[in-house]
């Protein structure tokens, strides 16, 4: 990790980190940071944008048990250096893509993405369309429908029992359905994903992205969403229909009482439709 996002923070979920094998594939003038768990068939996890590895927090060891998870940071975001300019979201996934091969090879695979997650991985699903099994898109967006504006705290200034706050505040408005399903460690995991972003991701949840890329890949297609997810607002029906507009075929699941965060927030339900849409 550079001096540029190098931070001394206290690790939210150091169970997981101590277990993790530890890969770093070409990004940039550095490398891309990859966490590697368990064994089986291979399942990619793309976390969502200002983000890291540790959006999967709830969800490893599960999952785990019947595969080997290879669990990302995308260039420019938790551990990971930043790709070369210009960042667009199909050179986001070249990265991704190519490090995937690094590791496995050409081994087939499944792949799941949370939020500007599922923009990549759709993108790396379209650019390996022989290798990627499945494809589950979380809380996409990038659909080529009208996005919400969601107003949150700015906590970069701050420090201490007010930036605790404001982070507890932004889980609240945009990830989480319930605030009482808020926890410490979810608090932790906010505050650090924050320091160490550098990739502005936003822009791109406005755009039409993930569904053209969705239309280029054969692979088996599920969409997951909290049903309380605000990135949805005003209907998550909406989002379906410009998804089955190139993809008709397209597989959902919809978890009562979750948000945005929706594989944090109820993880069993969440679990229970990835293993299912993987099969």
């Known amino acids: 990790m550079t001096t540029a996002h190098k931070h001394e923070c206290v690790e939210p979920v150091p169970e997981l980190a101590a277990t993790a094998e530890v890969i770093r594939t070409r990004c940039g003038d550095g490398t891309m940071v990859w966490r590697s768990w368990g064994s089986g068939p291979v399942l990619v996890l793309l976390h969502g ?3 890291s590895w540790r959006h999967w927090a709830a969800n490893i060891a599960k999952l785990a048990k019947t595969h080997r998870l ?3 940071d995308h ?7 930043l790709p070369h300019d ?3 979201p199909e050179g986001i996934a070249a990265i991704v893509a190519a ?3 690094t590791i496995i090879g050409r081994t087939r695979y499944d792949i799941c993405g949370f939020s500007f997650g599922s923009m990549i991985s759709g993108h790396v699903a379209a650019q390996r369309a022989t290798q990627v099994k499945t494809l ?8 080529g429908t009208p996005r919400h504006a969601v107003l949150l705290e700015k906590v970069r200034s701050k420090q201490g029992a007010e930036r605790r706050a404001a982070n507890r505040e932004n889980l609240a408005r945009f990830m989480f359905h319930d605030p009482a399903n808020i926890d410490e460690r979810a608090i932790d995991i906010q505050d650090l994903n924050t320091r160490q972003a550098r990739l502005k991701s936003k822009g791109f949840a406005h ?3 993930l569904r053209d890329a969705t239309g280029r890949t054969p692979a088996k297609l599920t969409a997951i969403w909290g049903s309380g997810d605000v990135t949805a607002y005003p209907d998550i029906e909406t989002r379906i229909a410009a998804l089955r507009t190139v993809r008709p075929d397209a597989g959902l699941a919809i978890i009562p009482g979750a ?7 109820a993880p069993a339900a969440f679990e229970a439709a990835l293993l299912g849409a993987i099969g």
């Open 49 to 51: 944008g200002t983000g």
């Open 70 to 72: 290879l669990v990302a």
């Open 75 to 81: 260039p420019g975001l938790g551990d990971s250096d």
């Open 86 to 88: 210009p960042v667009t």
């Open 99 to 101: 490090g995937i091969g």
């Open 136 to 143: 589950t898109i979380v809380g996409p967006a990038a659909l």
């Open 207 to 209: 755009t039409s992205s």
């Open 259 to 265: 948000g945005h965060w929706v594989a944090y927030e």
